[in-house]
Antibody
Framework: EVQLVQSGAEVKKPGESLKISCKGSGYSFTSYWIGWVRQMPGKGLEWMGI????????RYSPSFQGQVTISADKSISTAYLQWSSLKASDTAMYYC??????????????????WGQGTLVTVSS | EIVMTQSPATLSVSPGERATLSCRAS??????LAWYQQKPGQAPRLLIYGASTRATGIPARFSGSGSGTEFTLTISSLQSEDFAVYYC???????????FGPGTKVDIK
């Protein structure tokens, strides 16, 4: 069974650093991209970036480039999302999700098919 | 940058009725369009990709249509478990890019 298990909720102060994790199991972790998605309180979904754990190739949404760092440790099947200096506006639920390219009608459709349970990050002084 | 819009923001429907949700892209995304369902306190769930292909395990009452800039998600007969927020998402294979719409909340009338 494919599972993505994320680390627990965090409460931090502005300016602090943070690294949250997403551990994959039940599939070949190095063969699928992992993405991160932000959901601010009461708001919609925003794609942040993706990483290919096989070689750590990482791509960021322009909106998040330079704001966060995505990494992975394939030896323990875990992806990470980190901040060097948190802001109150980083308060949100963060989801990791597996990106699967599904073939249909002669095209590949990259889709987030399995999701973690989410990690709530609260940044408050 | 492609901007996705969805209408209506909220749709009130009685159980057993049909629900029609709309999604529009600011420029053509061909058929690179997916729909996700999110229930309170849960992660999103993939429903439809390629504008009209149901994901594994998704009931046949969910159907997607459209191409280019105009898309529709139809739920033929709403069940109690279908009351949720629905997001459309455009995607680009390479370079990777994913943009979600603001969502449509389907609630009980």
């Amino acid at each position: 069974e494919v599972q993505l298990v994320q680390s627990g909720a965090e409460v931090k102060k502005p300016g602090e650093s943070l690294k949250i994790s997403c551990k994959g199991s039940g599939y070949s972790f190095t063969s699928y991209w992992i993405g991160w998605v932000r959901q601010m309180p009461g708001k919609g979904l925003e794609w942040m970036g993706i990483i290919y754990p096989g070689d750590s190739d990482t791509r960021y949404s322009p909106s998040f480039q330079g704001q966060v760092t995505i990494s992975a440790d394939k030896s323990i099947s875990t992806a990470y999302l980190q901040w060097s200096s948190l802001k109150a506006s980083d308060t949100a639920m963060y989801y990791c999700a597996r990106l699967c390219s599904i073939a249909a009608a002669g095209y590949l459709h990259p889709q987030f098919d399995y999701w973690g349970q989410g990690t709530l990050v609260t940044v408050s002084s | 940058e492609i901007v996705m819009t969805q209408s209506p923001a909220t749709l009130s429907v009685s159980p057993g009725e049909r629900a029609t949700l709309s999604c529009r892209a600011s420029q053509s995304v061909s058929s690179n369009l997916a729909w996700y369902q999110q229930k309170p306190g849960q992660a999103p769930r993939l429903l439809i990709y390629g504008a009209s292909t149901r994901a594994t395990g998704i009931p046949a009452r969910f159907s997607g249509s459209g191409s280019g800039t105009e898309f529709t998600l139809t739920i033929s007969s709403l069940q109690s478990e279908d009351f949720a927020v629905y997001y459309c998402q455009q995607y680009n294979n390479w370079p990777p890019a994913f943009t979600f719409g603001p969502g449509t909340k389907v609630d009980i009338k």
